[in-house]
T-cell receptor, first 109, second 119 residues
């Protein structure tokens, strides 16, 4: 079976840092993706982690621990435009990505 | 880059008619494309996997005779919603995976989505 868990909703203040966690239990694992989806729009690719550790891309960073089945997306210097859903997805090879239900982030002033 | 387009972006149709949605990978070849449906404030639901030159693989509960998928080339997949009904109204999103990717590069790139409203 497969199970991907992430919080349903989070709220954070403009300028702050927020960490969105994702835990997974899947039969097979190649890597973990994070996507951003604004309301009414399609998901856009943010990051892909294959190896353990932290990968930084500007204000966004993503971390993976394969042994713990755990990942997080870190957003720094939050802006109002970062209000969106953040989807974590597991790659198992030559099969469709398996998506979590998404975390709806609200950035408030 | 990896750009995926969808057409139309928005369609309104009468109940009982059929609607075709096109998904194109603009700057890369995609052996495999995926079709998703998303209802408001809900998560993405995978409908089917579209493979170039072969039959699509449908997820459990998705009617293959109602949602016809054709992946005629390495850059084009189409989804036809046949005899559409109001309950088919949804946001349909395709995604494509680059052909010949390294085993560690399995990114799915999403099209902008098609909003279907059936009256």
């Amino acid at each position: 079976g497969q199970n991907i868990d992430q919080p349903t909703e989070m709220t954070a203040t403009e300028g702050a840092i927020v960490q969105i966690n994702c835990t997974y239990q899947t039969s097979g694992f190649n890597g973990l993706f994070w996507y951003q989806q604004h309301a009414g729009e399609a998901p856009t690719f943010l990051s892909y982690n294959v190896l353990d550790g932290l990968e930084e891309k500007g204000r966004f960073s993503s971390f993976l621990s394969r042994s713990k089945g755990y990942s997080y997306l870190l957003l720094k210097e939050l802006q109002m435009k970062d209000s969106a859903s953040y989807l974590c997805a597991v790659s198992k090879g030559n099969t469709p990505l398996v998506f979590g239900k998404g975390t709806r982030l609200s950035v408030i002033a | 880059g990896a750009v995926v387009s969808q057409h139309p972006s928005r369609v309104i149709c009468k109940s009982g008619t059929s609607v075709k949605i096109e998904c194109r990978s603009l700057d890369f070849q995609a052996t495999t494309m995926f079709w998703y449906r998303q209802f408001p404030k809900q998560s993405l639901m995978l409908m089917a996997t579209s493979n170039e030159g072969s039959k699509a693989t449908y997820e459990q509960g998705v009617e293959k005779d109602k949602f016809l998928i054709n992946h005629a080339s390495l850059t084009l997949s189409t989804l036809t919603v046949t005899s559409a009904h109001p309950e088919d109204s949804s946001f349909y999103i395709c995604s494509a995976r680059r052909t010949g990717s390294q085993i560690w590069e399995e990114t799915q790139y999403f099209g902008p989505g098609t909003r279907l409203l059936v009256l």
